[in-house]
């Protein structure tokens, strides 16, 4: 069997069993077995997105990486993606090598961000990926091989491999695969590709490098349900709390962005738009400045009056990602503090192009 890899390495195996162990040998793998991608298989791969093997999608100047289709494609084989989904790989890929993602910072810090991808518009009802019951977990295909795919490339073409280059010291599990939907056709929201200037009837995919996400129980009218939700995105300990110190006592500690994640039936939010959300979640996302303070976050001597200060940690309302997904059983939620501050890292939201030829 002739496999290839994505730097256009060439190995040779006696059988399949035999081609995954050698691929696991080489450290080309994510621990888990891996789709040996044969020459065949990869140009199955760009055929699909009708793409050349050269085509340079971005590069990586500080480890002297330039990441091609070839590469791309050969790590897509590997997570057992279905060819149909390479060019949400390959936008997916354009959006982490987008200079303001600046993925040099997630992949490589202690904090060990995960990527989370979110996939809007119709190619993600058309390929099948999930958006709502059992959101993060396994079981789907698509979300599964998507997001593996993106961390596959992530080691093998950007040199993110741990120990090496991610020195993250605890991680978590969505740098496995990390990949959801919009349910957009559940609910009167404007879907997140929509907020960010594309038409309806665009499929982007959205690149967020994050935690993972804090699941919330809530209940109740709307106002109680984000209050809750608020209170849970004001955690100590977060990226939102932590890593950052001011003399300006009274001003954001951490301005990076937060993805909300709202469940249950949208009937109950008819009267809320995104915006309505942003603006309250907000104005209630903050600690007060002595618990900053005793947390070490600011590195002033606690003072009277301290406790009646409160710090927001959340800039402005746009750094709120709100998105509805997930089961429509029950009103829950999802937290997902973002890795940094924006001016380390944004999330980046890219078109998807699809190859009308194939697009059958």
């Known amino acids: ?25 080489l450290g080309w793998t994510d621990g888990l077995p891996v789709v040996p991608p044969t020459t065949e298989l990869v140009q199955q791969f760009m055929d699909e997105a009708d793409i050349k093997p050269d085509t340079i999608l971005g590069e990586i100047p500080e480890r002297r990486r330039i990441i091609t289709a070839h590469k791309v494609a050969a790590n897509a084989v590997m997570s057992g993606a279905k060819a149909e989904y390479f060019p949400v790989i390959l936008a997916a890929t354009k959006a982490i090598l987008h200079p303001d993602f600046n993925l040099i910072g ?51 073409a950007c040199a993110s491999v741990p120990g090496l280059f991610d020195r993250s010291v605890l991680g978590h599990p969505g740098k496995y695969s990390y990949c959801i939907a919009e349910a957009e056709s559940e609910t009167h929201w404007s879907p997140l590709h929509v907020e960010r ?123 709120l990602l709100i998105l509805f997904a997930g089961g429509e059983e029950k009103t829950m939620g999802a937290v997902i503090p973002s890795w940094g501050p924006k001016v380390a890292s944004r999330s980046v939201t890219m078109p998807i192009t699809v190859n009308k030829a194939t697009d059958q």
Not at 3 to 13: C, D, G, K, L, W
Not at 130 to 138: D, E, H, I, K, Q
């Open 197 to 319: 200037g594309f038409d309806p009837d665009e499929s982007t995919v959205t690149a967020f490098a994050c935690e993972g996400p804090r699941q919330v129980r809530t209940s109740g009218n709307p106002e109680m349900i984000l209050g809750t939700i608020a209170d849970v995105a004001s955690a100590l300990g977060t990226s939102l709390s932590t890593v950052g110190s001011t003399s300006e006592t009274t001003s954001i500690v951490r301005q990076g962005e937060l993805a909300i994640v709202i469940s249950g039936n949208s009937r109950i939010w008819s009267d809320w738009s995104k915006s309505d959300i942003k603006k309250l979640l907000q104005s209630k996302i903050m600690r007060s400045l002595a618990d900053l303070k005793r947390a070490g976050e600011i590195k002033e001597h606690l003072v009277v009056g301290d406790e009646d200060v409160m710090v927001p940690l959340i800039n402005a309302p746009d750094d």
């Open 1 to 25: 069997m002739n496999t290839e890899q994505s730097s256009s390495r060439y190995i040779e195996a006696e059988s399949l069993s035999d081609a995954i162990e050698q691929l696991y040998k």
């Open 106 to 156: 997630p992949s490589s810090s202690l904090g060990g961000a995960g990527v989370m991808l979110v996939i809007n518009g119709p190619l993600a009802l058309k390929l099948g990926i999930n958006s709502r019951n059992n959101l993060f977990g396994p079981g789907n295909r698509a979300n599964a091989t998507i997001g593996r795919a993106l961390r596959l490339i992530m080691m093998n």
